[in-house]
């Protein structure tokens, strides 16, 4: 084959391609579902409850032994 018809192939294979890209991305998406919100579950109230109590639960620096 001349090389002409070469770069008359490659440049057809080339066109097919870009139309079918141009068409293939006009497709319309469905749209993403909504995240329902988040509702208060009991490792959040777990998590809630630790962090304003964590002070609270630190053994005081008196030694290593130290027990109530």
């Given amino acids: 084959?001349?090389?002409?018809?070469?770069?008359?192939?490659r440049l057809g294979f080339?066109?097919?391609?870009?139309?079918?890209?141009?068409?293939?991305?006009?497709?319309?998406?469905?749209?993403?579902?909504?995240?329902?919100e988040i509702e208060t579950t009991e490792i959040s109230q777990v998590r809630d409850w630790f962090e304003s109590n964590k002070m609270n639960l630190r053994v005081p620096e008196r030694g290593s032994n130290y027990r109530t």
Avoid: A, Q, R
């Fill in 1 to 9: 084959m001349p090389p002409k018809y070469k770069n008359l192939i």
């Fill in 14 to 36: 080339g066109t097919v391609f870009g139309v079918f890209l141009l068409l293939t991305s006009c497709i319309e998406e469905p749209e993403s579902p909504e995240l329902p």
